[in-house]
């Protein structure tokens, strides 16, 4: 709970924010109440989180004193996503301020605006595409990963993104039930691309054609939380990280962000590591050591990007947030189109090096469920090619990950594509005991 100090701070920045708004898309789902039509249009919406203990009557008539709509409400984290009527933001912190300042404990424990976020990525150009379609699957080997396992259906990795295409046969008989949060309807179909191409990374099958993602047999959940411009806001991705965490997510790919924080992402992932879901997020694509969110939230594993030479990708942002990097660059995999519903694309950004570490998760979590997030990424980090300075740095974290190594990790050392057919032994390296490298604050 917020003091009256930093309450009273809170309402002066949004009274100076307010002067910028940004354009905000609206979904939700209202819970016992009609849900508010979903939007392609932009309003305004904020986030707000009542004081506990607020009553239903309190929260209406601060409500209406504030010309204001409730638009969904997030019991977990105890936030409401609302929508002001123009002009209503700074009178409803004038209201909360009023409130504060006379009991020194308004209804509202903080507000702030729903910041846009995007899809993190760039459509590679064709003239500039690499013949080797699976270059960053090769650097991870995958395929010596695999001898230890390829996933299991009992680990359930949640693509919250523009959706999936349900259709598309890289997929069939792997997806368990999703939502999508921007037209409120237990549809999550991708009309983007986005996050097709960000699921085939991390889990395309093995069927003899296209493309074969981290994690083979791990299942993926469907969360649809951008809109067909691969837009969307914190709520509606906060929404979608604890539908995800409430339906059985082991792992969560989120390949978007902002470059401003919020409050209620900030909760909701809170929510995820409190439930021992891990999160995966790319670092932006910028070329810039600003942080970007959410891969810089605490506890958060961060993402950047390395090319097909293992050199760190330009366009990546980089920083202290940055814990570990895969390859970015003219990533082949599946894709959405509105003629070929099993199509295929190049494309670039850290919102495809996001997905070859949350599909390499979901291989650990396969071997080793009862692993924290802290120690997977311990497993990745001990295990991974140390690019650049020495040590941890800010434009690779530990390094760029490697499959094979960190299951062989995960399997207390034991390596079974070194097994030789001749004598059914397995060749046993040296075991590999982590000591912990780093745990998020």
């Not at 390094?399 to 995960?410: F, I, M, S, T």
Request: with cysteine; net charge negative; aromatic share 8%.
């Amino acid at each position: 709970m917020l003091s009256g100090t930093q309450r009273r701070s809170s309402f002066a920045f949004i009274a100076h924010i307010t002067i910028f708004l940004f354009l905000f898309l609206v979904t939700g789902v209202i819970a016992g109440t009609q849900p508010v039509a979903a939007q392609d249009s932009l309003g305004e919406s904020y986030l707000v989180q009542f004081q506990p203990g607020t009553s239903q009557a309190e929260r209406d008539a601060w409500l209406a004193e504030a010309n204001a709509e409730l638009v969904s409400w997030m019991p977990q984290i105890g936030v409401a996503e609302v929508r002001f009527a123009h002009g209503a933001p700074l009178a409803a912190a004038s209201v909360n301020a009023e409130a504060n300042s006379a009991t020194d404990s308004g209804p509202i424990a903080f507000m702030e605006p729903d910041v846009p976020v995007w899809g993190d990525s760039m459509v590679g150009d064709p003239a500039y595409l690499d013949a080797n379609q699976g270059y960053g699957q090769h650097l991870l080997d995958v395929e010596s990963a695999w001898t230890v396992t390829k996933g299991i259906s009992e680990t359930i990795i949640a693509i919250v993104d523009s959706g999936i295409n349900l259709n598309h046969p890289e997929f069939a008989g792997r997806l368990v039930p999703g939502y999508d949060f921007i037209n409120n309807d237990d549809d999550p179909t991708d009309d983007h691309g986005h996050g097709t191409h960000v699921a085939g990374i991390a889990a395309a099958g093995i069927n003899g054609f296209g493309t074969v993602g981290v994690c083979p047999e791990c299942k993926l959940m469907p969360v649809k939380v951008l809109n067909q411009r691969n837009g969307g806001t914190w709520g509606t991705v906060s929404k979608g990280i604890l539908f995800a965490v409430d339906n059985g997510a082991d792992v969560i790919n989120l390949s978007l962000g902002a470059t401003i924080t919020s409050t209620t992402l900030i909760s909701s992932v809170q929510y995820a590591l409190d439930n021992g879901v891990v999160i995966v997020a790319a670092a932006g694509n910028m070329g810039s050591d600003s942080p970007f969110y959410p891969a810089a939230v605490p506890g958060v594993i961060g993402v950047s990007g390395t090319d097909s030479q293992d050199q760190y990708w330009g366009v990546s942002n980089y920083g202290d947030y940055i814990d570990v990097a895969a390859p970015a660059v003219n990533i082949y995999s599946c894709y959405h189109d509105l003629v070929n519903t099993s199509g295929y694309a190049y494309m670039s950004g850290t919102s495809m090096a996001s997905p070859f570490v949350t599909g390499l998760v979901g291989l650990i979590l396969s071997r080793r469920p009862e692993l924290t997030g802290d120690e997977v990424l311990n497993l990745m980090g001990n295990t991974a090619k140390d690019l650049g300075d020495p040590g941890r740095d800010a434009y690779y974290g530990f390094g760029r990950v490697d499959a094979h190594k960190a299951l062989v990790a995960a399997n207390d050392g034991i390596d079974p594509s070194l097994q030789d057919p001749a004598d059914g032994g397995a060749v046993r390296p040296p075991a590999v005991y982590l000591p912990a490298v780093y745990s998020h604050p």
